[in-house]
């Protein structure tokens, strides 16, 4: 049973720039969130996907900010035009259907925008 | 906003102490609670969950949850340095969504 899989797992990018990253769910997982967090706090809610549609998202979040789920599997977070206050560590988790919904974390992928 | 709240410590204790840890909530039709650990430059990593009122215990951990005080807390038994992170609360959002949305989290030192 392999874990949830991120990638990169860091990612160096000049501001304006375009930058994707990849989440790979644990594979019976129908739910999938991502997650950003800065230093000294928690993780803030990005989105959340189940199965392949996007149920939810943050008002937070900026139209820079687009994420996908195609048939329900891996999911793509893409960040358009970076600005460096986009700087953070960004997480994706996934959890099974049902009422037990423990949601288990990727490693992340820290992204610097310079 | 639903929100959950932490504080953020450091809260320092003696190997072998107990170590208490509190978290409380806004979302009154919550039923899922989480306890994550995160060490410095990690993702955060799933230690306990609660579903109902009362104490849960795992190992050296224990969860314990009020839903009527909207209050959750983890005790950790004879602390041990590797204990050392940053305890994340989770709770789990009502209306079927369970999205968990977390604290900021509480920094935790043990001193040998």
Redesign the interface.
Known sequence: DTGVSQDPRHKITKRGQNVTFRCDPISEHN?L?W?RQTL??????LT?FQNEAQ??KSRLLSDRFSAERPKGSFSTLEIQRTEQGDSA?Y?C?S?SRG??????????TRLTVV | QKE?E?N?GPLSVPEGAIASLNCTYSDRGS??F?W?RQYSG?????IM?I?SNGDKEDGRFTAQLNKASQYVSLLIRDSQPSDSATY?C?V?ASGG?????????TSLIVHP
């Open positions: 739910r969130y997650y000294g706090q928690g993780p803030e809610f959340y149920l939810e560590m997480l988790a959890s009422e037990t919904t423990e949601a288990f974390f990727g490693q992340g | 959950v932490q953020s039923q899922s989480f994550y990690k993702s955060p990593e799933l969950s579903y994340l989770a789990g969504s369970y999205i968990p949305t977390f604290g900021r989290g």
